[in-house]
């Protein structure tokens, strides 16, 4: 019997299907369970369940959710289940304590939105956070991490638990295979362009949410900067915006920066979309873990500037594989499109460099080689296990 692993995500679990599938064919059961939509999964034959949670604080909701997932993992009993974002990473252990089940990983994906924000309210949650962690840590068989920052935080605030591995892009890495098949099969640019009213103009892309934490509205007055200098620049925001609640950048605020800034909320071709990029500007603000979106604009050859957020500077190595600035510094930002635009040679000098850095380390193949590693280190562990306690009863009878 194959070992069965539920995989546990949120809105954008169907970007992990790449992951699944390839853990699927090292000769593993996948199930899946995320808030997102279903049908990408029963498109490559993955049971999908559904798991509803709110991202924002909501008590009520997240007792639901908790809830749910428990009961998700009793009717499923899988050998191992692995969680990615900051809330499944916070339920499953809980959940799995309740069913009774042991084989648990946290996927830590950076410190997210509260550690991100020095609001009272953020403040205010991060002793709750930590708290949170540490008893979820007492039920989780490993975490990972994506990078040794995170893990050293963990480990400092005695939040880490059993078995902790840093897994670079952990959360999925980039199926450099399947990026190619998709920009083999995308449109013709030139279709692209027209399309969304493009022309000619060099293209600056940014593939994000489009809320204040991912440095949407520093991204728009570096936009307007550039625009003085370099007037034909057009900006393209892809990624969803209503859907975001109250950190969303509002419609109003991009409007006043039309038309050389254009939103086309999300997509699915983004493969297509970064290769009419001439820069991809990536101004988040928040502490996540590697961005996904960094690692597939590496492999489409795009020119890199990126904020200084850790997650980024596994990725984006200072004039040489991209550029840095400090967040919240649009002129910084704007400064640093205009030279990549303007020194091309430089420009496909440091993109090169990036995507021979992704294909080495953030690859597919070597996130799952390390996956499937952990999960086989799991398994003897939980069968040992298994083994002492059934053999106690004899041992106490003898």
Known sequence: MNPHLLYVGGDDHHLRIPLMLAVRNCGFRVTAAGSGDWAPFSEVDIDFYPFDFDRFMNPFSDWMALKSLS???RELRPDLA??????????????ARAAGLTGIVRTICGRAWVYSSRSPFALAARPVYRA???????STAATVFEMDEDRAFFERHRMTGR???????GGGGVDVEGFERALAKSPAAALLREELGLGTAPVVVTVTRMTRHKGIPTLLKAAALVHRAKPDVKFLLVGPRESEGPLAVTQAEIDQHAPYVIAIGP????????????VFAFPTEYREGVPRVLLEAAIAGVPIVSTSMPGCCEVVRDGW????????TPDRLAARIIELLRERKTARTMSAHAEKL??????LQMIVARHVELYSRLLAQISRLGELDSTQPAQQEA
């Open 321 to 328: 594989s991209g550029l840095l600035v400090p967040p919240h």
């Open 132 to 138: 949170l962690h540490r008893i979820a840590a007492r």
């Open 82 to 95: 692995q969680g990615f974002d900051t809330k499944p990473c916070l339920f499953l252990p809980l959940a």
């Open 358 to 363: 992704v294909r080495q380390t953030f690859s």
């Open 267 to 278: 997509r699915s071709d983004v493969p297509a979309l970064l290769r009419l990029a001439d």
């Open 163 to 169: 078995n902790a591995v840093v897994i670079p892009a």
């Open 71 to 73: 009961a998700i993992l």
